[in-house]
Protein backbone atom coordinates (compact mmCIF):
# COMPACT_ATOMS: atom_id res chain seq x y z
CA UNK A 1 0.00 0.00 0.00
CA UNK A 2 1.09 3.26 -1.15
CA UNK A 3 1.28 6.37 2.02
CA UNK A 4 0.94 9.46 1.34
CA UNK A 5 3.62 11.55 0.01
CA UNK A 6 4.71 15.04 2.00
CA UNK A 7 6.10 17.99 -0.26
CA UNK A 8 9.19 18.64 1.29
CA UNK A 9 9.21 22.33 -0.56
CA UNK A 10 6.47 23.94 -2.45
CA UNK A 11 6.40 26.71 -4.82
CA UNK A 12 2.77 27.97 -6.16
CA UNK A 13 4.40 29.30 -9.25
CA UNK A 14 1.02 30.70 -10.99
CA UNK A 15 -2.96 31.02 -9.67
CA UNK A 16 -5.27 31.71 -12.95
CA UNK A 17 -8.89 31.60 -13.86
CA UNK A 18 -8.94 27.51 -14.18
CA UNK A 19 -5.67 26.43 -13.02
CA UNK A 20 -3.04 26.55 -9.98
CA UNK A 21 0.65 25.29 -10.99
CA UNK A 22 2.52 24.11 -7.91
CA UNK A 23 5.87 22.60 -7.93
CA UNK A 24 6.46 20.22 -4.90
CA UNK A 25 9.96 18.57 -4.07
CA UNK A 26 9.36 14.91 -2.61
CA UNK A 27 11.13 12.06 -1.86
CA UNK A 28 11.61 9.07 -3.97
CA UNK A 29 13.20 6.11 -2.45
CA UNK A 30 15.27 8.46 -0.29
CA UNK A 31 16.00 11.06 -3.23
CA UNK A 32 14.77 14.08 -3.80
CA UNK A 33 12.92 14.63 -6.94
CA UNK A 34 10.30 17.79 -8.38
CA UNK A 35 6.68 17.40 -9.07
CA UNK A 36 4.83 19.67 -11.66
CA UNK A 37 1.46 19.90 -10.29
CA UNK A 38 -1.42 21.35 -12.12
CA UNK A 39 -4.61 22.13 -9.63
CA UNK A 40 -7.76 22.34 -11.24
CA UNK A 41 -11.37 22.25 -10.07
CA UNK A 42 -12.83 19.79 -11.18
CA UNK A 43 -15.27 19.17 -14.44
CA UNK A 44 -18.40 17.91 -16.10
CA UNK A 45 -18.69 16.61 -19.21
CA UNK A 46 -22.39 15.01 -20.52
CA UNK A 47 -23.53 12.59 -23.08
CA UNK A 48 -26.97 14.45 -23.81
CA UNK A 49 -29.39 11.93 -26.00
CA UNK A 50 -32.09 13.72 -27.94
CA UNK A 51 -35.74 12.09 -28.47
CA UNK A 52 -34.78 10.97 -32.14
CA UNK A 53 -31.50 9.24 -30.93
CA UNK A 54 -28.73 12.06 -31.83
CA UNK A 55 -26.53 12.99 -29.42
CA UNK A 56 -25.44 16.82 -28.70
CA UNK A 57 -22.45 17.94 -29.50
CA UNK A 58 -20.26 21.41 -29.43
CA UNK A 59 -17.76 22.40 -31.89
CA UNK A 60 -15.39 25.13 -30.52
CA UNK A 61 -11.94 26.24 -31.28
CA UNK A 62 -9.45 25.01 -28.82
CA UNK A 63 -6.57 27.94 -28.19
CA UNK A 64 -4.16 25.69 -26.91
CA UNK A 65 -4.18 23.13 -29.88
CA UNK A 66 -4.76 25.94 -31.98
CA UNK A 67 -7.64 24.03 -34.01
CA UNK A 68 -11.44 23.23 -33.37
CA UNK A 69 -12.74 20.31 -31.66
CA UNK A 70 -15.91 18.79 -31.74
CA UNK A 71 -16.95 17.51 -28.08
CA UNK A 72 -19.94 16.44 -26.01
CA UNK A 73 -20.75 19.47 -23.83
CA UNK A 74 -18.62 19.91 -20.96
CA UNK A 75 -17.58 22.59 -18.27
CA UNK A 76 -15.56 23.32 -15.35
CA UNK A 77 -17.09 23.44 -11.62
CA UNK A 78 -17.39 26.42 -10.09
CA UNK A 79 -16.47 26.50 -6.40
CA UNK A 80 -18.58 24.91 -3.95
CA UNK A 81 -20.76 23.50 -7.15
CA UNK A 82 -22.15 19.97 -6.62
CA UNK A 83 -21.07 18.07 -9.66
CA UNK A 84 -25.24 17.38 -11.08
CA UNK A 85 -25.50 21.27 -10.80
CA UNK A 86 -22.72 21.81 -12.80
CA UNK A 87 -23.40 19.26 -15.43
CA UNK A 88 -26.97 20.70 -16.04
CA UNK A 89 -26.21 24.49 -16.14
CA UNK A 90 -23.60 23.29 -18.65
CA UNK A 91 -26.37 21.74 -20.70
CA UNK A 92 -27.88 24.92 -20.58
CA UNK A 93 -25.57 27.59 -21.41
CA UNK A 94 -23.83 25.16 -24.68
CA UNK A 95 -26.71 23.36 -26.11
CA UNK A 96 -30.14 25.39 -24.69
CA UNK A 97 -31.41 22.28 -23.14
CA UNK A 98 -32.12 21.66 -19.21
CA UNK A 99 -32.18 17.69 -18.73
CA UNK A 100 -34.62 16.65 -16.09
CA UNK A 101 -32.88 14.25 -14.83
CA UNK A 102 -29.02 13.01 -14.91
CA UNK A 103 -27.74 10.08 -15.05
CA UNK A 104 -23.86 10.12 -12.75
CA UNK A 105 -22.32 7.06 -15.42
CA UNK A 106 -18.52 7.41 -13.31
CA UNK A 107 -15.62 10.11 -11.99
CA UNK A 108 -12.41 9.52 -13.68
CA UNK A 109 -9.49 11.19 -13.48
CA UNK A 110 -8.08 12.13 -16.94
CA UNK A 111 -4.40 13.53 -16.50
CA UNK A 112 -3.58 11.80 -13.36
CA UNK A 113 0.60 11.88 -14.00
CA UNK A 114 0.18 16.21 -13.34
CA UNK A 115 -3.08 17.54 -12.50
CA UNK A 116 -5.71 16.48 -9.95
CA UNK A 117 -8.80 17.14 -11.80
CA UNK A 118 -11.66 14.44 -11.52
CA UNK A 119 -13.86 14.62 -14.32
CA UNK A 120 -17.73 13.20 -13.64
CA UNK A 121 -19.53 11.39 -16.67
CA UNK A 122 -23.12 12.10 -17.01
CA UNK A 123 -25.88 10.56 -19.19
CA UNK A 124 -29.57 11.92 -19.90
CA UNK A 125 -31.98 11.14 -22.86
CA UNK A 126 -34.72 13.64 -20.70
CA UNK A 127 -34.49 17.26 -21.89
CA UNK A 128 -36.59 20.31 -22.12
CA UNK A 129 -35.30 22.69 -24.81
CA UNK A 130 -34.87 26.32 -23.69
CA UNK A 131 -31.81 28.36 -25.21
CA UNK A 132 -28.43 28.40 -25.67
CA UNK A 133 -26.82 30.81 -23.63
CA UNK A 134 -22.51 30.48 -23.59
CA UNK A 135 -20.31 32.09 -21.28
CA UNK A 136 -18.68 35.67 -23.09
CA UNK A 137 -15.38 33.85 -24.03
CA UNK A 138 -17.37 30.75 -25.69
CA UNK A 139 -17.91 30.61 -29.53
CA UNK A 140 -19.61 26.95 -30.18
CA UNK A 141 -21.94 25.51 -32.47
CA UNK A 142 -24.28 23.15 -31.44
CA UNK A 143 -23.96 19.63 -33.85
CA UNK A 144 -25.96 16.67 -33.58
CA UNK A 145 -25.19 13.10 -35.08
CA UNK A 146 -26.18 9.61 -34.47
CA UNK A 147 -24.07 7.02 -32.40
CA UNK A 148 -23.28 5.24 -35.37
CA UNK A 149 -22.15 8.68 -37.19
CA UNK A 150 -20.35 9.87 -34.07
CA UNK A 151 -18.43 6.21 -33.47
CA UNK A 152 -17.50 6.77 -37.47
CA UNK A 153 -16.11 10.17 -36.86
CA UNK A 154 -14.01 9.09 -34.11
CA UNK A 155 -12.66 5.84 -35.88
CA UNK A 156 -11.03 8.16 -39.00
CA UNK A 157 -9.60 11.02 -36.35
CA UNK A 158 -12.49 13.44 -36.63
CA UNK A 159 -13.36 12.96 -33.25
CA UNK A 160 -10.13 13.26 -31.06
CA UNK A 161 -11.01 14.73 -27.43
CA UNK A 162 -10.32 12.22 -25.12
CA UNK A 163 -13.61 12.77 -22.41
CA UNK A 164 -15.69 12.70 -25.92
CA UNK A 165 -14.10 9.23 -26.80
CA UNK A 166 -14.72 7.59 -23.60
CA UNK A 167 -18.16 8.45 -23.41
CA UNK A 168 -18.87 7.20 -26.75
CA UNK A 169 -17.44 4.11 -26.57
CA UNK A 170 -19.01 3.56 -23.29
CA UNK A 171 -22.59 4.03 -24.87
CA UNK A 172 -21.42 1.83 -27.94
CA UNK A 173 -20.43 -1.01 -25.38
CA UNK A 174 -23.74 -0.30 -23.16
CA UNK A 175 -25.83 -0.59 -25.92
CA UNK A 176 -23.51 -4.03 -27.42
CA UNK A 177 -24.10 -5.57 -24.22
CA UNK A 178 -28.28 -4.75 -23.28
CA UNK A 179 -27.60 -2.67 -20.35
CA UNK A 180 -28.53 0.77 -21.51
CA UNK A 181 -31.31 1.13 -23.57
CA UNK A 182 -32.26 4.59 -24.94
CA UNK A 183 -35.78 5.29 -23.50
CA UNK A 184 -38.54 8.02 -25.63
CA UNK A 185 -38.38 11.13 -23.73
CA UNK A 186 -39.87 14.33 -24.02
CA UNK A 187 -37.07 16.51 -25.84
CA UNK A 188 -36.87 17.12 -30.00
Not at 87 to 94: I, P, S, V
Not at 126 to 143: G, R
Not at 158 to 173: M, P, V
Request: charged share 30%.
Amino acid sequence: MFKEIMPTDRKHIYSGKIVDLIVDTIEVHGKPTTREVVRHPGGVVILAEMKDGRIAFVRQHRYPLNQELLELPAGKLEPEEQPEISAARELEEEIGFRPDSLEHIFSYYPTPGFCNELLHFYYTNHLQETSVNPEEDEDIVVEFYSLSEAIEMAEVGEIKDGKTLLALFWLQWKRSTGTHRREQSNNR
